[in-house]
């Protein structure tokens, strides 16, 4: 069984593939009935937001995850996909496996085009990057399932410069900061049109006078900001002027 949250794509992307080569069963953590799994192979597969898991992933590992695993001694890995490198996103998950008395035997990370377009600095790829960046996680996608098939106990991850202080001092820093719905707004140019509502993973946006508001149950995934047909939603002040970035979104 494959858990996973993706919010524009590139997770879900990585999982059907992943999920076909294993021949495991894919399920969203977004899904209303999850259901309790017999498996003795569990996979986590998300993006990385801010050196770790997303939020409502670190939840689902704590308190949703140990009422569905049913084995009793299961293989569980992760696969996270991110723009650049994870810092020590594989760590603490292992560790919040760990307080519920599971272990993570294998980690795996992916580069895929990126997504965050919150803080100066940080923009998407050029179309040309972001295809080359899906067909180099395509081509590692064999012999990570082959990892995955053998029960392998590896850790295959970019943590990239600095790991520690990004996943311990930056991240809290940043959910402190630069996260949260009260970020969104839109501009004059939205028509209400309501795809952000539509692509929204956790049903958060509702249309109220022809114009999107968050509800509080924001993943920070940026779909909604991405999405936008007219370029009309921005996050915070620092998305002014960034791109947007599709090629999965709605794979
Ligand atoms: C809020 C947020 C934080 C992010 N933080 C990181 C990060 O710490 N490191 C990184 O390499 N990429 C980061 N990214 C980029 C995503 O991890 C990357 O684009 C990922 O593949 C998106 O997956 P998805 O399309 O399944 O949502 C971040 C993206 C978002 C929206």
Redesign the pocket.
Known sequence: MIFYF???????YIAKHLATLTNDTLISITDKDLSATQDARIGLIF?????SAPRLMEDFLVHQLPHLIQHPAPYIYMVC???????KTHKIVAQLLKESGYTLAAAFSLI?????I?LPGFDVNSDEVELRKVQASLKLLPSIAEDILNNAIVERVKPGPFPWS?SYILRPLFYRYF?GVRLFHTTDKCTGCGRCKKICPLGNISIENKRPTWGTQCA???ACYHICPHRAIEYGKYSKGKGQYKL?IEK
């Open positions: 993706s919010g524009t794509g590139n997770s879900r993006p990385v937001h801010a050196w996909t991110c723009g650049d490198d994870i810092g895929m085009p990126d997504s965050y919150g990004k996260a920070n995934c940026l999965l």
